[in-house]
């Protein structure tokens, strides 16, 4: 059985920083793609960033309102993949998910959560002062 399992949220200030991290069992994802969403209160899920892997050269992709300011990263080796989160805003509150999809997706399917084969629980992250 396959799970994905986050931790490292919390709750930070404005400008502050935070690193996520999901950790997979079950199965490996290193031919896969892993990527991270989040949802704030009362909006729909939205992409974050993903990392697609091949061959030994890896493709990130960032949605434009946290590009120069996340960074995903994983880890084959323990089977993780992390976001480093910086610069944080209070529009950055919300549920972030870890997602992890078996193939290695096409470009124009990362953004679509329907595209992944496996999610986490979530874990809430909460800029404010």
């Known amino acids: 059985q396959v799970q994905l399992v986050e931790s490292g949220g919390g709750l930070v200030q404005p400008g502050g920083s935070l690193r996520l991290s999901c950790a997979a069992s079950?199965?490996?994802?290193?031919?896969?793609?892993m990527g991270w969403f989040r949802q704030a209160l009362g909006k729909e899920r939205e992409f974050v960033a993903a990392?697609?892997?091949?061959?030994?050269?890896?493709?990130?992709h960032y949605t434009d309102a946290v590009k120069g300011r996340f960074t995903i990263s994983r880890d084959n080796a323990k089977n993780t993949v992390s976001l480093q989160m910086n610069s944080l805003t209070s529009e950055d509150t919300a549920l972030y998910y870890c997602?992890?999809?078996?193939?290695?997706?096409?470009?124009?399917?990362?953004?679509?959560?329907?595209?992944?084969?496996?999610w986490g629980q979530g874990i809430q992250v909460i800029v404010s002062s």
């Open positions: 997602a992890a999809a078996t193939s290695r997706l096409i470009l124009s399917s990362v953004w679509n959560g329907d595209n992944y084969d496996h």
């Open positions: 079950g199965r490996t994802f290193s031919s896969g793609t």
């Open positions: 990392i697609r892997w091949s061959g030994g050269n890896k493709n990130t």
